[in-house]
């Protein structure tokens, strides 16, 4: 079992950005029943330090909201992670200390996260890694993260594209013909997850309600 440090001054930070940020009650998720033209959905992704949820941090969060195909918003945070950035994650992402040192920390910018993603359904591709970064983040300052369906699009791309070699998030965008620009960074691989699941549904029109893709690809 991880176990993940508790903040108290975190926890202090958490909750007054949460009261400045205007969150009360979340919004429900959408019902299973809803059609997936009707549902709003934010492709995210994280950089982090490391591999490790119990020791090492967030750097950058990269969000991108869209419904019916259509692009709403697009969104990216830099975190300060309160301690060194290894030099083998700096050369996969390209994040600095000196990029995050006037950064804020998780705890002060996970209400705009939560805002951002409030009444939403989630994806990101291996979504177990990101969704346990978010998790152990929030824990540390003892809190939840607000309640929203998370889709593995890692998982559904392996159904709906079936006999490919890898399924890795560039390689699959390659063999989809998804151009990626840009360097390996939160916000561009959010982008790049956002055009796999769209691909994905117009691969697997069988797909029509939230329910589908919950049963097929929900962590």
Same mark, same amino acid.
Not at 15 to 33: D, I, K, V
Not at 68 to 76: F, P
Not at 90 to 114: K, L, N, S, Y
Not at 162 to 191: C, K, S, V
């Given at each position: 079992?991880?176990?993940?440090?508790?903040?108290?001054?975190?926890?202090?930070?958490?909750?007054?950005?949460?009261?400045?940020?205007?969150?009360?009650?979340?919004?429900?998720?959408?019902?299973?029943?809803?059609?997936?033209?009707?549902?709003?959905?934010?492709?995210?992704?994280?950089?982090?330090?490391?591999?490790?949820?119990?020791?090492?941090?967030?750097?950058?969060?990269?969000?991108?909201?869209?419904?019916?195909?259509?692009?709403?918003?697009?969104?990216?945070?830099?975190?300060?992670?309160?301690?060194?950035?290894?030099?083998?994650?700096?050369?996969?992402?390209?994040?600095?200390?000196?990029?995050?040192?006037?950064?804020?920390?998780?705890?002060?910018?996970?209400?705009?996260?939560?805002?951002?993603?409030?009444?939403?359904?989630?994806?990101?591709?291996?979504?177990?890694?990101?969704? &346990?970064?978010? *998790?152990?983040?929030? %824990?540390?300052?003892? @809190?939840?993260? =607000? #309640?929203? +369906?998370?889709?593995?699009? $890692?998982?559904?791309?392996?159904?709906?594209?079936?006999?490919?070699?890898?399924?890795?998030?560039?390689?699959?965008?390659?063999?989809?013909?998804?151009?990626?620009?840009?360097?390996?960074?939160?916000? &561009?691989?959010? *982008?790049?997850?956002? %055009?796999?699941?769209? @691909?994905?549904? =117009? #691969?697997? +029109?069988?797909?029509?309600? $939230?329910?589908?893709?919950?049963?097929?690809?929900?962590?």
């Amino acid at each position: 079992m991880h176990r993940v440090r508790i903040d108290p001054l975190a926890c202090a930070l958490l909750l007054a950005a949460r009261c400045a940020a205007g969150l009360g009650p979340a919004a429900g998720p959408p019902a299973r029943s809803t059609p997936l033209n009707e549902v709003t959905f934010v492709a995210f992704d994280i950089e982090t330090t490391g591999l490790s949820r119990a020791h090492d941090r967030i750097v950058e969060i990269g969000a991108v909201k869209f419904r019916a195909g259509k692009r709403l918003e697009a969104r990216s945070w830099l975190v300060n992670p309160d301690g060194p950035i290894p030099a083998a994650a700096q050369r996969i992402h390209g994040i600095t200390p000196d990029m995050v040192a006037d950064a804020p920390r998780f705890e002060q910018i996970g209400p705009a996260f939560e805002a951002f993603v409030q009444g939403t359904v989630l994806i990101a591709h291996n979504a177990p890694f990101d969704h &346990a970064f978010l *998790a152990a983040e929030y %824990a540390r300052c003892r @809190a939840a993260p =607000r #309640a929203c +369906p998370v889709l593995d699009s $890692l998982r559904l791309s392996r159904q709906w594209f079936p006999g490919l070699e890898r399924y890795a998030l560039q390689p699959l965008a390659r063999e989809l013909n998804i151009p990626f620009t840009g360097p390996h960074r939160a916000l &561009a691989d959010a *982008a790049c997850v956002e %055009a796999v699941f769209l @691909a994905g549904l =117009r #691969a697997a +029109p069988q797909f029509q309600t $939230l329910g589908d893709l919950l049963d097929a690809g929900a962590l």
